[in-house]
C-alpha cells in the first residue's frame, strides 16, 4: 500500500498549480467585459472637465471616456460622482475599477497608482480679482492669503515655488494657504475678499474666465514645472491591462486629431502632450 502522503502529494500540487494559474490570469480588463459593467469614479465638480448639467455628467473629459468607451463593446459605463478626496481611497480599497478624473500626475501618486497618458496640461496659473494692481506674478503672492482645493497638487506647487523661488530670492512667502472643499468656494472666497489670490491650473480658468470674466482675471505666465493631467488605475499586475487600455485610448484620440478638436470645444486652444510615455511625475 503506498503511504498516504503519497497519495495526497500529487493532490495538493495539482491543487497548489490551479490555484497558481487562476492568479496568474487575473486579469481586470478581461473580468469587466465578462460581467458586461466598467465602475468608474469622477468628481463632478471640476469645469470644464467633469462637471454636472442637467443631472448628467458632462465634460471634455466626459466626452474624452465617451470616446474610448467605444473600442469596449457589450460594456456599460457606471459613473460615479465622488468628493475628490474620496476618489484615489475608493481605488484603493476597489469600491471602482478606474478613476476618470483630472488628477496630476506627481510622485507620491505615481508610487500607489498607475497613469494613464496625460489629456491635458495642469500647469499652475494664478487667479485674482479683476483690476487688482497689487498682484501682476506669481512673485507678487508674497505676503499674500492664497486659496486653493484641499488635497490638490496646486498646493504644492505653490510650496515648492516659495521654497525654491519665493524664499532664495525674496526672504519671504505667502501669508496663509486656505484649503476649500472644491475651487468654487475658493473662487467665492476670492470674489468677497476673503483670499487675495487662488491658485489653479490654467485650463480649468479658461472656462471661468469666458463667464466672469468681469469679476476674474489670470495672471500670466503659469509658474512651477510643466505638469500634466492623466486617468489612473491601482498599480497591480491585476490592473495593468485596464490602463493600458485607457492609455491607448487616449493615445488613439491624440494621433487621429480628436483629442485636439475636444480641446478647441472645451478651453478654446489646443494643448501640445507627450505621446510616447507618461511624463516624470512633479513633486
Given amino acids: 500500500m503506498r503511504p498516504l502522503y503519497s497519495l495526497l502529494t500529487p493532490l495538493l ?44 455628467i458632462v465634460g471634455y473629459g466626459k466626452d474624452l471616456l465617451d470616446a474610448i468607451m467605444l473600442d469596449l463593446p457589450g460594456v456599460k459605463l457606471k459613473q460615479l460622482d465622488v468628493p475628490f478626496q474620496g476618489i484615489l481611497p475608493g481605488l484603493s480599497s476597489k469600491r471602482f475599477d478606474f478613476v476618470a478624473t483630472s488628477l496630476t500626475i506627481t510622485k507620491a501618486r505615481a508610487e500607489s497608482f498607475a497613469f494613464t497618458l496625460p ?56 501669508k496663509e494657504i486656505k484649503a476649500f472643499m472644491d475651487y468654487n468656494e475658493a473662487y467665492a472666497a476670492l470674489a468677497s475678499r476673503r483670499v487675495d489670490a487662488v ?55 491624440n494621433a487621429s486629431g480628436e483629442l ?9 486652444f489646443e494643448m501640445p502632450l507627450p505621446t510616447d510615455a507618461v511624463p516624470a511625475p512633479i513633486n
Fill in 13 to 56: 500540487v495539482g491543487t497548489l498549480a490551479s490555484f497558481a494559474a487562476v492568479e496568474a490570469k487575473a486579469d481586470l480588463l478581461s473580468d469587466i467585459k465578462g460581467r458586461g459593467e466598467i465602475v468608474v469614479a469622477t468628481e463632478a465638480r471640476y469645469a470644464p472637465f467633469e462637471m454636472i448639467e442637467d443631472g448628467k
Fill in 119 to 174: 489629456f491635458s496640461t495642469a500647469s499652475v496659473a494664478v487667479l485674482k480679482r479683476k483690476g487688482d494692481a497689487r498682484i501682476n506674478s506669481a512673485e507678487d503672492l508674497i505676503g499674500m492669503v492664497v486659496g486653493s482645493q484641499a488635497g490638490a497638487p496646486q498646493i504644492d506647487v505653490l510650496k515648492e515655488y516659495e521654497r525654491t523661488v519665493l524664499q532664495p530670492t525674496k526672504n519671504s512667502g505667502v
Fill in 199 to 253: 491658485v489653479q491650473s490654467l485650463p480649468n480658468l479658461a472656462p471661468l474666465i469666458k463667464e466672469r470674466g468681469d469679476v476674474f482675471e489670470i495672471v500670466q505666465p503659469p509658474f512651477g514645472p510643466p505638469t500634466y493631467y492623466a486617468w489612473a488605475g491601482r498599480k497591480d499586475a491585476d490592473s495593468a491591462s485596464l490602463v493600458k487600455f485607457f492609455s491607448d485610448g487616449i493615445a488613439k484620440l
Fill in 260 to 268: 485636439a478638436k475636444l480641446q478647441r470645444k472645451w478651453f478654446g
